[in-house]
């Protein structure tokens, strides 16, 4: 089975410029989140979709959106790039029913705001 | 409100020595737990998972976790630890469909 892919690997983009990143979960994972990863703040939580339908949301502004699609597609949009924004975005999938079962991870986006 | 804690950012071992890493939660019932490994540049891989049974886990790479509810703990443990084991080390709670992580501990293993 193939695992969580996300892409791209990497981005640089310019402060103010808005980008999208994109997440492709395991096959039968109804349930995607986005955690951002930096080395001050650690691993910190964005949203969870499920069946196209935010369950879940952390506590970041606006600037920051997802969209999950009819085949469990996630795709995760900043606008208005901050440098702050400069992380490591990692994707994971669930089966999110309820029952505990573990996140499985992707390699990450590494974005860079310049 | 659940959280997880992991007491250790740091912990240097010798190769072939032995490895405990610490994780302490807050739940008010019987947690869903899990142990995770980030190498660098990459994604969270699972070490394993508990949810009620038997408090001693196996998972994969030689790691093994207790759970002990009255110290709400749930350590991590190998035997020998090699060098490919260096790495970060999360911990994490599930509730509700929730995830929450502790904030992790490096590891560096001494050769």
């Known amino acids: 089975k193939a695992g969580v892919t996300q892409t791209p690997r990497y981005l640089i983009k310019t402060r103010g410029q808005q980008v999208t990143l994109s997440c492709s979960p395991i096959?039968?994972?109804?349930?995607v989140s986005w955690y951002q990863q930096t080395p001050g703040q650690g691993l910190q939580f964005l949203f969870e979709?499920?069946?196209?339908?935010?369950?879940n949301k952390g506590n970041f502004p606006g600037r920051f959106s997802g969209r999950q699609f009819s085949n469990s597609r996630s795709e995760m949009n900043v606008s208005t790039l901050e440098l702050g924004d400069s992380a490591l975005y990692l994707c994971?999938?669930?089966?999110?029913?309820?029952?505990?079962?573990?996140?499985?991870f992707g390699n990450g986006t590494r974005l860079t705001v310049t | 409100a659940q959280s997880v804690t992991q007491p250790d950012i740091h912990i240097t071992v010798s190769e072939g020595a032995s490895l405990e890493l610490r994780c302490n939660y807050s739940?008010?019932?019987?947690?869903?737990l899990f142990w995770y490994v980030q190498s660098p540049g990459q994604g969270l891989q699972l070490l394993l998972k508990?949810?009620?049974?038997?408090?001693l886990v196996q998972g994969i790479k030689g790691f093994e976790a207790e759970f002990k509810r009255s110290q709400s703990s749930f350590n991590l443990r190998k035997p020998s630890v090699h060098w490919s084991d260096a790495a970060e080390y999360f911990c994490?709670?599930?509730?509700?469909?929730?995830?929450?992580f502790g904030s992790g501990t490096k590891l560096n293993v001494k050769p």
């Open positions: 994971a999938s669930s089966l999110g029913d309820g029952e505990g079962s573990p996140l499985h």
């Open positions: 096959s039968g994972h109804r349930s």
């Open positions: 979709y499920f069946s196209e339908t935010q369950r």
């Open positions: 739940y008010g019932a019987t947690p869903y």
């Open positions: 508990y949810f009620s049974g038997d408090t």
């Open positions: 994490a709670l599930y509730n509700f469909n929730k995830f929450y």
